[in-house]
């Protein structure tokens, strides 16, 4: 089976920096997704992990751990925009459709 | 020049009723997806298809039948509709389908059951 387990809220400040964590039990192991959700939106794509380590792009940063089955999304210099769901996802055993986590929502303030 | 579009955006409809989904990609993308997302905003899978052929079909009653006339389509037909439908409807889409792939998704479509 599959499970993805994510903290359901976050706050934090402009500016600061926020870590969310996601950790993941799979039957076989085909990547780790994060996509963000504004309020009332699509889904958008935002990192994939497939290897261990640190994957970095621009202020957005995906870790991965696969032995620990733990996933993080590092948000830098948190802007007002950044106020969104964070949805972390893994490939179904099959390698065919994403099952994502119950998401993360980050609220930034001034 | 939209990639993935739904239509309608909004439905409110009576239990009982039957309505569709519509949903295009204008990407070449070969692999279509249906989603649904509840009022605590948990995304799940529910039909996935590959080139109009059905990859994927999760545990979903019946009553929800997809159809794919082309690999740029998807629609979403949903006979006698229940309260519990109340959600948002995602469709989206992958080039072939690889589990390495982007999904790009669609605005959602709101659907309201009354």
């Known amino acids: 089976g599959q499970n993805i387990d994510q903290p359901t809220e976050m706050t934090a400040t402009e500016g600061a920096i926020v870590q969310i964590n996601c950790t993941y039990q799979?039957?076989?192991?085909?990547?780790l997704f994060w996509y963000q959700q504004h309020a009332g939106e699509a889904p958008t794509f935002l990192s994939y992990?497939?290897?261990?380590g640190l994957e970095e792009k621009g202020r957005f940063s995906s870790f991965l751990s696969r032995s620990k089955g733990y996933s993080y999304l590092l948000l830098k210099e948190l802007q007002m925009k950044d106020s969104a769901s964070y949805l972390c996802?893994?490939?179904?055993?099959?390698?065919?459709?994403?099952?994502f986590g119950k998401g993360t929502t980050l609220s930034v303030s001034s | 020049d939209t990639a993935v579009s739904q239509t309608p955006k909004y439905l409110v409809t009576q239990m009982g009723n039957d309505k569709s989904i519509k949903c295009e990609q204008n990407?070449?993308?070969?692999?279509m997806y249906w989603y649904k997302q509840d009022s605590k905003k948990f995304l799940k899978i529910m039909f996935s298809?590959?080139?109009?052929?059905?990859?994927i079909n999760e545990t979903v009653p019946n009553r929800f039948s997809p159809k794919s006339p082309d690999k740029a389509h998807l629609n979403l037909h949903i006979n006698s509709l229940e309260l519990g439908d109340s959600a948002v409807y995602f469709c989206?889409?992958?080039?072939?389908?690889?589990?390495?792939?982007?999904?790009?998704f669609g605005p959602g479509t709101r659907l309201l059951v009354l």
């Open positions: 989206a889409s992958s080039p072939t389908g690889g589990y390495q792939e982007t999904q790009y």
């Open positions: 799979t039957s076989g192991f085909n990547g």
């Open positions: 992990n497939v290897l261990d």
């Open positions: 996802a893994a490939m179904n055993q099959a390698g065919t459709a994403l099952i």
């Open positions: 990407l070449g993308h070969d692999t």
């Open positions: 298809y590959n080139n109009k052929e059905l990859i």
